[in-house]
């Protein structure tokens, strides 16, 4: 039946190219987003697997500044320990030195002093964002000689925890404030064996020469004071090998984390990425559908006027 009010054929024509101008919308926008999944409404699914790994994606970029100021903090500590202990050995020739009779271990005490002055100023320098590991004062509250240095992220069950690389400083402290625990440059030594003792009699940090005599038992405190000043050598090295060891595993975190990165990034990709060959192949021949459509719809159109010819 041909009818004047209703025009099936342009209808029908009229929703194919309605479709086909929604298909070229959303093909439009993906091309221009580069996004096949821009919003929540194109999959629900992968857009909010996707804002959850952009979020630990933005989190692990957090922990990549992190670790770049832990590694910035233990090459702070490690570049003053390292020159700390070649100052110490220097104090250590100056005390060989001193052992030869008839010096005048004044003099020789006058550059010890300068030496151990410059120790202390070091290891008070030694500071970064307010973090000093070889300067402290183990008494006061919130101390804490194991440090943090955030490494990672995990999400387990929906819920996220922070990890984190502890390091321990009481190893590498060279001056404490704490009288109850002292560095290694100011706790009391041994006056012959040199070694840490509550009950010592010298410092590295402190120890004079400048009224030892050459008589035998002067000369058994000078031999004291160079193997605590050996064994203060030894101790530091062992603190710079802690923090060299640190400095080692953190460089492997930062490594690990931007791989990490790369990785999510190359999930989040798979899930809302636009294929553009796949899309600009589509934009083709939609465009040419769309043309076709609107072809249609005029000839559906046009059919109506033949009814005119059955009025003449």
């Not at 006061?140 to 943090?148: C, I, V």
């Amino acid at each position: 039946m041909s009818s004047i009010n209703t025009n099936v054929a342009a209808m029908t024509a009229l929703r194919s190219l309605t479709a086909t101008n929604q298909a070229l919308t959303q093909t439009q926008s993906r091309i221009s987003s580069g996004l096949r999944v821009a919003t929540a409404s194109d999959n629900a699914a992968y857009w909010s697997i996707a804002t959850t790994m952009r979020s630990d994606k933005s989190s692990l970029s957090t922990v990549q500044d992190a670790l770049g100021l832990g590694a910035a903090v233990i090459d702070v500590a490690y570049t003053a320990l390292d020159e700390a202990k070649n100052i110490v050995t220097k104090i250590k020739d100056k005390l060989v030195a001193a052992a030869q009779p008839g010096l005048d271990r004044g003099k020789i005490q006058t550059e010890i002093g300068e030496l151990q002055a410059q120790l202390s100023g070091m290891a008070a320098s030694a500071t970064l964002q307010g973090q000093n590991w070889l300067s402290v004062d183990s008494s006061a509250a919130g101390y804490n000689a194991t440090k943090q240095v955030v490494s990672s992220i995990s999400r387990a069950g929906g819920s996220v925890s922070v990890q984190t690389i502890s390091i321990n400083t009481s190893s590498m402290v060279l001056f404490d404030t704490n009288a109850a625990a002292n560095g290694i440059l100011d706790s009391s030594r041994n006056a012959t064996t040199g070694v840490v003792d509550a009950a010592g009699t010298f410092t590295v940090g402190s120890l004079n020469i400048s009224a030892l005599t050459d008589s035998t038992a002067d000369m058994a405190i000078l031999d004291g004071y160079i193997k605590g000043a050996d064994r203060a050598i030894t101790e530091m090295a062992a603190g710079a090998t802690g923090l060299g060891a640190a400095k080692a595993r953190i460089d492997i975190q930062q490594s690990f984390v931007t791989s990490l990165m790369d990785a999510i990034e190359g999930g989040i990709s798979q899930l809302v990425d636009a294929d553009m060959n796949e899309e600009s192949t589509r934009l083709q021949a939609l465009q040419v559908k769309q043309q076709l459509g609107i072809q249609a719809l005029s000839i559906a159109n046009s059919s109506s006027q033949s009814i005119l010819s059955l009025f003449r």
